[in-house]
């Protein structure tokens, strides 16, 4: 009978965000540092926007100018108490066809270009709502809850977005409220696993602490060079007992007969 079976791994978060920066600009604010606990949806950093801070501002002033579409309303109202007036003419007979189609069609002039003022006010408010957007993508925030681990840039610092010229990151995130080790277990061994099977890990710390995790991925192959399957296993860690990068061991008990 086989005995029991540890195997060497380590525990990693079950999250880590790298955020860099979307496009290229200086850092205005890092409003973070190393070890900082973040809500998702938290701002970690920020590029400066003056620039479209200020194209905003003269596009909202612009949105809020309603004086050419109050003016071409003004003009429909008249065109359509004329056409009314035309109209009651041409019933009496005090008035001809050719003033009543003139009557009409200055209304539709008229109808037009409320449209036209109303179309480009429209466009105004759109273009508002997009520099918004824009100056919202300058925000940099935490997709998870987590700890900043890394900050690899200084503010007044330029940036390029990332793909360019510049390199890596700039804030690292990480969520440790669970971690996970991967194993390489003997495929005879591995037969007696299943998903949410419960396992143990002990840590190579000074505490040895150890941990009870449940299996979260078994890899239905095995790797024909060695003859191992890969298996995931994931450990609350809520109250932070647990080290991220320690050296640990899994146990893999003996299958049953």
Do not use: C
Request: net charge negative; proline share 4%; no cysteine.
């Amino acid at each position: 009978m086989a005995d029991d079976l540890t195997l060497p791994t380590y525990l990693r978060p079950i999250r880590e965000i790298e955020l860099s920066s979307p496009q290229n600009g200086i850092i205005a604010d890092i409003p973070v540092k190393r070890g900082d606990e973040v809500e998702a949806g938290q701002k970690v950093f920020s590029l400066n926007s003056a620039v479209l801070e200020a194209q905003l501002a003269q596009s909202k002033v612009q949105a809020n100018q309603s004086g050419r579409l109050e003016a071409a309303e003004a003009e429909l109202a008249i065109a359509e108490d004329r056409l009314k007036i035309i109209s009651g003419l041409k019933s009496r007979g005090t008035s001809n066809d050719a003033e009543l189609r003139k009557a009409r069609s200055t209304v539709e002039v008229a109808s037009g270009n409320v449209q036209a003022a109303e179309e480009e006010l429209q466009v105004l408010k759109m273009q508002v709502d997009r520099i918004a957007a824009e100056l919202e993508e300058l925000t940099i925030r935490s997709p998870i809850t987590g700890v900043v681990t890394e900050i690899n840039r200084e503010v007044a610092e330029s940036v390029t977005a990332r793909g360019g010229q510049d390199e890596g990151y700039i804030v690292k995130v990480v969520d440790l409220s669970r971690l996970w080790a991967k194993a390489h277990v003997p495929y005879l061994r591995a037969e007696s696993l299943r998903a949410g099977q419960e396992l143990q890990i002990s840590l190579q710390d000074s505490g040895k602490t150890k941990a009870v995790g449940n299996i979260t991925y078994l890899s239905p192959t095995v790797d024909a060079a060695t003859g191992l399957t890969e298996i995931h296993v994931t450990f609350d860690n809520e109250e932070g007992k647990l080290k991220s990068g320690i050296p640990a061991e899994i146990l893999i008990p003996v299958g049953e007969e």
